[in-house]
C-alpha cells in the first residue's frame, strides 16, 4: 500500500526538468516539512548533492533522528545556524556568518560551488522565515534573492516555512505544496496538497502519507486511509 518511491512523481518531474527550481514547503509545525525535504534529497541523489542550512536541529541531532540521509548530505554540507551553546560533538560542520544576508550568500556561495562541481546542488533552506529574522530583513526579500541566487548557481533549492496561508513568496516560488496533519475518526491523517509546480502536470493535487521510521511515504491507495 505504501510506495518504495518516498516521494510523489509529480515531485520528481519538477526537479528534473530544470537545475534551478524552487519549492516552497509550508505547514504548521509537526507536519513533516523538513522530513520530507530530506526525503527529496534522498530520492533524488542520482542527479542532485544536498546541502542543508538548518535553524531546527544541529548536525549531530540530524544525524541522530535521520541516519539515511548522511551519505546524501555529508557532514561538510551541514550548515549548523542553531547558535546551540553547548559544544557539539561532531568532526567538522560549517559555520557561516549569517548576521547580514551578503554574509550568509558569500559563504553559501562557497558550499555551493564547491558541491557544483561534482553535482547539481539542492539547497534545504530550514527556515526562510528564522534566516530573514537572523538577518534582519523582510521574509519576502530574503526568498527573492536567494531564488536570484540558486538560478545564478543553476541549483535547487527547497525553502521550509510555518506560514499556513498564502503570502507572497508563494508568487516568487516555482512549486508550493502544503503539509497537513488531523485525527479523521480518531486517526491521524497527514496530508500534501501541491498548490502548483510550474511546468509540471499535476495529476493528483492531494496526497495522503506517513512519516514512519522518520521517513516521508505516501500512499497510493489514499481512498482506503479516509474511507
Not at 120 to 141: G, H, R
Not at 164 to 186: A, C, P
Not at 190 to 206: A, H, Q, Y
Not at 210 to 225: A, D, M, P, S, V
Request: hydrophobic fraction near 40%.
Amino acid at each position: 500500500m505504501i510506495n518504495n518511491g518516498a516521494i510523489p512523481p509529480e515531485i520528481c518531474r519538477f526537479f528534473s526538468i530544470g537545475k534551478s527550481n524552487s519549492l516552497l514547503v509550508k505547514g504548521p509545525p509537526g507536519t513533516g516539512k523538513t522530513i520530507f525535504s530530506l526525503q527529496c534529497v534522498k530520492d533524488l541523489q542520482d542527479r542532485v548533492a544536498g546541502v542543508y542550512f538548518s535553524t531546527r536541529v544541529d548536525a549531530r541531532s540530524l544525524y541522530e533522528h535521520f541516519p539515511w540521509i548522511k551519505e546524501q548530505i555529508p557532514i561538510e554540507n551541514v550548515v549548523d545556524a542553531t547558535k546551540n551553546i553547548i559544544p557539539k560533538k561532531v568532526d567538522f560542520t560549517y559555520v557561516i556568518d549569517y548576521s547580514s544576508l551578503p554574509d550568509f550568500l558569500k559563504g553559501l556561495y562557497s558550499i555551493t560551488h564547491r558541491v557544483s562541481q561534482q553535482q547539481t546542488p539542492l539547497i534545504v533552506v530550514d527556515s526562510i522565515d528564522a534566516l530573514a529574522a537572523n538577518v534582519k530583513m523582510p521574509v519576502e526579500e530574503v526568498c527573492s534573492m536567494l531564488v536570484n541566487f540558486a538560478e545564478n548557481m543553476q541549483s535547487q533549492i527547497i525553502f521550509v516555512t510555518e506560514r499556513h496561508g498564502t503570502s507572497m513568496i508563494d508568487y516568487m516560488v516555482d512549486g508550493v505544496i502544503r503539509l497537513e496533519r488531523k485525527f479523521i475518526k480518531n486517526r491521524l491523517v497527514r496530508k500534501m496538497t501541491i498548490e502548483k509546480l510550474r511546468g509540471v502536470e499535476i495529476g493528483n493535487p492531494v496526497y495522503y502519507f506517513t512519516l514512519q521510521n522518520g521517513k516521508f511515504q505516501y500512499f497510493k491507495n489514499f481512498q482506503h486511509i479516509i474511507g
